[in-house]
Nanobody, 117 residues
Framework: QVQLVESGGGLVQPGGSLRLSCAAS????????MGWYRQAPGKQRALVAA???????NYADSVGGRFTISRDSAKNTVYLQMTSLKPEDTAVYYC???????????WGQGTQVTVSS
């Protein structure tokens, strides 16, 4: 089993920045990717960004150039630096981990990000 603990969500004004963190613990052997999905009210959960153990990244078109994902393998932690935030970025952000970034095996509890003036 893998446990994922997220932190860093909150309320920010449009144009602002936030950094999310997700620390993995437990039996992490076989985990190749970590990253973030988000779910806004009335919408499906969707991939935001993910990164492999080799450093390969994948971003949703809507966040490219504004969000940056990074990974500290020694700490089993992944970070999502979000800049130029927009109201449409408002959602619950879920950390994920697994062997495939489109089919995560594990989820965090979610952290709320609200972009509003």
């Amino acid at each position: 089993q893998v446990q994922l603990v997220e932190s860093g969500g909150g309320l920010v004004q449009p144009g602002g920045s936030l950094r999310l963190s997700c620390a993995a613990s437990g039996i992490i052997f076989g985990i190749n990717t970590m990253g973030w999905y988000r779910q806004a009210p009335g919408k499906q959960r969707a991939l935001v960004a993910a990164i492999t153990t080799g450093g390969r990244t994948n971003y949703a078109d809507s966040v490219g150039g504004r969000f940056t994902i990074s990974r500290d393998s020694a700490k089993n932690t992944v970070y999502l630096q979000m800049t130029s935030l927009k109201p449409e970025d408002t959602a619950v952000y879920y950390c994920q981990a697994g062997s495939n970034w489109y089919r995560p095996d594990y989820w965090g509890q979610g952290t709320q990000v609200t972009v509003s003036s």
